[in-house]
């Protein structure tokens, strides 16, 4: 199984500060990776997919990039609706996982 | 607008087995395109695919979890379906059924997902 290790696990920010996940995977995806945000008792929705593809509708200012294995994504100035746990999941191979999530929080 | 619902029994007893159905509205499930899952999520912890199939009835399981899993489709009811055997509490999670978009011009993930339901194993 490909693992996904996913980095901090919580982080603490304020409304407009610039905010970065990191993903890293233990092989190479080729690109096949997607972000999820998941709000408290709700499905996750997707963000991001191909490392870098902003899905339809999601705000710009969410982005994604790849350097080799270590994926991040990056949120350009935090809205109070983005306080919310995110999810990298890799669909590469079979099976598809995910990464442990990280929640971010109000300062 | 693609809608997916969960439907299936909230409680199950230990040993036996979990079966949920996943209805599929406002879209057609053949198409070689999409591919429909099951995702899975404990209480307080982090998401696990479990399996997907294709209209066609192609499947693919998680290793974790392939002894026990069987995933079906019905594709006049635009539906699919999975059974757990031998549940334990560690199955108790809640589970989602998603649509896995890939093919020649766009591979995004899961892009439509039910809103989940919450299975407690427990005597």
């Known amino acids: 199984d490909i693992q996904m290790t996913q980095s901090p696990s919580t982080l603490s920010a304020s409304v407009g500060d610039r905010v970065t996940i990191t993903c890293r995977a233990s092989?190479?995806?080729?690109?096949?990776l997607a972000w999820y945000q998941q709000k408290p008792g709700k499905a996750p929705n997707l963000l991001i997919f191909?490392?870098?593809s902003l899905e339809n509708g999601v705000p710009s200012r969410f982005s994604g990039a790849e350097s080799g294995t270590e994926f991040t994504l990056t949120i350009s100035s935090l809205q109070p609706d983005d306080f919310a746990t995110y999810y990298c999941q890799q669909y590469h191979s079979y099976p598809w996982t995910f990464g442990q999530g990280t929640k971010v929080e109000i300062k | 607008q693609l809608q997916l619902q969960e439907s299936g029994p909230g409680l199950v007893k230990p040993s036996e087995t979990l079966s949920l159905t996943c209805t599929v509205s406002?879209?057609?499930?053949?198409?070689?395109?999409?591919?429909w899952d099951w995702v899975r999520q404990p209480p307080g912890k982090g998401l696990e695919w479990i399996a997907n199939?294709?209209?066609?009835?192609?499947?693919a399981y998680n290793p974790s979890l392939k002894s026990r899993v069987t995933i079906s489709v019905d594709t006049s009811n635009n539906q699919f379906s999975l059974k757990l055997s031998s549940v334990t509490a560690a199955d108790t999670a809640v589970y989602y059924c998603?649509?896995?978009?890939?093919?020649?011009?766009?591979?995004?993930?899961?892009?439509?997902w039910g809103q989940g339901t919450l299975v407690t194993v427990s005597s």
């Open positions: 092989q190479s995806l080729s690109s096949w």
């Open positions: 191909k490392a870098s």
């Open positions: 998603a649509r896995y978009q890939c093919d020649s011009t766009k591979c995004n993930s899961f892009d439509f």
């Open positions: 199939i294709q209209y066609t009835g192609s499947t």
């Open positions: 406002g879209g057609s499930i053949r198409s070689s395109s999409y591919y």
